[in-house]
């Protein structure tokens, strides 16, 4: 079974920029699309952006030029940079594939925007 790893989260001033990083501990990008996701409490995860299999990319509106995902399948790791963060982007962010069967889900890193 595969294991996510999330990191990079942490506390940033609007307008700033943050790097998330989802380390994987099997070759899973390179057979699945995936993405990240975002959770506030008391309201549903959302998947804000994905990547498939050959690279292509999506995002919600909400983050639309302001986020990039990307990866790296030597590594096994994807990332998200997060530029000119709005505190609306605060929660608690997590990689995961897009569609079932999904993996366990890890802990994921908490963003949080704020002045």
């Known amino acids: 079974q595969v294991q996510l790893v999330e990191s990079g989260g942490g506390l940033v001033q609007p307008g700033g920029s943050l790097r998330l990083s989802c380390a994987a501990s099997g070759n899973i990008f390179r057979v699945r699309a995936m993405g990240w996701y975002r959770q506030t409490p008391g309201k549903q995860r959302e998947l804000v952006t994905t990547?498939?299999?050959?690279?292509?990319?999506n995002y919600v509106e909400a983050v639309k030029g302001r986020f990039t995902i990307s990866k790296d399948n030597a590594k096994n790791t994807m990332y998200l940079q997060m530029n000119s963060l709005k505190p609306e982007d605060t929660a608690v962010y997590y990689c995961?594939?897009?569609?079932?069967?999904?993996?366990?889900w890890g802990q994921g890193t908490q963003v949080t925007v704020s002045p």
């Open positions: 990547v498939d299999t050959l690279g292509s990319t």
């Open positions: 995961n594939t897009v569609s079932a069967p999904f993996v366990s």
